[in-house]
């Protein structure tokens, strides 16, 4: 019942800025960590980005002083902010978050579906 529903990915020159956005919806009870991730061809999935629910981010190397996590617990949404972008950061961008379902209420790691990010001139 829980999904993630993603958007806000597309075409950007470099050097320019692109924010996507991360919602999750159905019966859910908590949230702790959401995250951002993204996969470019011929390249294995990696962390972007991720946020703990008491607000610690990690971001890689690659995206530090460019990029932004946050999240809205009352929407159950997190959102990246991309300023800088690079040719390199070309990726389908995808949004994982640990959900906690009214029943049960034991974690579980969920996916969206994923974004296109393209950075080209």
């Known amino acids: 019942q829980v999904q993630l529903v993603e958007s806000g990915g597309g075409l950007v020159q470099p050097g320019g800025s692109l924010r996507v956005s991360c919602v999750a919806s159905g019966s859910i009870f908590s949230i702790n960590d959401m995250g951002w991730y993204r996969q470019a061809p011929g390249l294995e999935r990696e962390l972007v980005a991720q946020?703990?629910?008491?607000?610690?981010?990690n971001y890689a190397d690659s995206v530090k002083g460019r990029f932004t996590i946050s999240r809205d617990n009352a929407k159950n949404a997190v959102y990246l902010q991309m300023n800088g972008l690079k040719p390199e950061d070309t990726a389908v961008y995808y949004c994982?978050?640990?959900?906690?379902?009214?029943?049960?209420?034991?974690?579980?790691?969920?996916w969206g579906q994923g974004t296109q990010v393209t950075v080209s001139s």
């Open positions: 946020i703990s629910d008491g607000g610690s981010t």
């Open positions: 994982n978050a640990g959900i906690a379902a009214y029943s049960g209420r034991r974690y579980r790691s969920y």
